[in-house]
T-cell receptor
Framework: KQEVTQIPAALSVPEGENLVLNCSFTDSAIYNLQWFRQDPGKGLTSLLLIQSSQREQTSGRLNASLDKSSGRSTLYIAASQPGDSATYLCALISGYNKLIFGAGTRLAVHP | SAVISQKPSRDICQRGTSLTIQCQVDSQVTMMFWYRQQPGQSLTLIATANQGSEATYESGFVIDKFPISRPNLTFSTLTVSNMSPEDSSIYLC??????????FGSGTQLSVL
């Protein structure tokens, strides 16, 4: 059974710091991996999608990497801003578009 | 990207009543997904809704409690029936967009008293 773990569960950093969020999974037979952002009481915003054949994707200050052999993905946020404060979720797609979510990392960026 | 309108955005309901959540997509999609996010937890898939067929429910979720309709390729509803305080959660619908990205509605925050 696929399990997704995100570390740390919560993170508080000063503005401007570069940071890394971690996501690990137990079964490397994944179809793809997606990182989402969720603001309090809101829905999810898709940030980056990495196909199983890819190793990384970049969008602006965000970079996501995927290492299937070690069962890990990281989300790198450069020059963090208070507006980046949210919960970040990684999710794997296995089977027929069935997403399996991690519990998320709650990020707080303070001025 | 797909634009998903979900309503209501929030509701406070009495125990024993039912609430129907609507999800409207701006384009035709084959599958729509319904998720639940209990307080402080991550998302759990409730069911997958295909147009023209019965929804497929995940382990732990049953049609009598969470009936789903999918009358066409742009619309779906999820009903939370005979609610109890344990049903207090955020409910989200989701569709697959271009390049296999999954997009989510803004969610329905449900509180059951």
């Amino acid at each position: 059974k696929q399990e997704v773990t995100q570390i740390p569960a919560a993170l508080s950093v000063p503005e401007g710091e570069n940071l890394v969020l971690n996501c690990s999974f137990t079964d490397s037979a994944i179809y793809n991996l997606q990182w989402f952002r969720q603001d309090p009481g809101k829905g999810l915003t898709s940030l980056l999608l990495i196909q199983s054949s890819q190793r990384e994707q970049t969008s602006g200050r965000l970079n996501a990497s995927l290492d299937k052999s070690s069962g890990r993905s990281t989300l790198y946020i450069a020059a963090s801003q208070p507006g980046d404060s949210a919960t970040y979720l990684c999710a794997l797609i296995s089977g027929y578009n069935k997403l399996i979510f991690g519990a998320g990392t709650r990020l707080a960026v303070h001025p | 990207s797909a634009v998903i309108s979900q309503k209501p955005s929030r509701d406070i309901c009495q125990r024993g009543t039912s609430l129907t959540i609507q999800c409207q997509v701006d384009s035709q999609v084959t599958m729509m997904f319904w998720y639940r996010q209990q307080p402080g937890q991550s998302l759990t898939l409730i069911a997958t809704a295909n147009q023209g067929s019965e929804a497929t429910y995940e382990s732990g979720f049953v049609i009598d409690k969470f009936p789903i309709s999918r009358p066409n390729l742009t619309f779906s509803t999820l009903t939370v029936s005979n609610m109890s305080p344990e049903d207090s959660s955020i409910y989200l619908c989701s569709v697959e967009g271009n390049r296999e990205k999954l997009f989510f509605g803004s969610g329905t925050q449900l509180s059951v008293l």
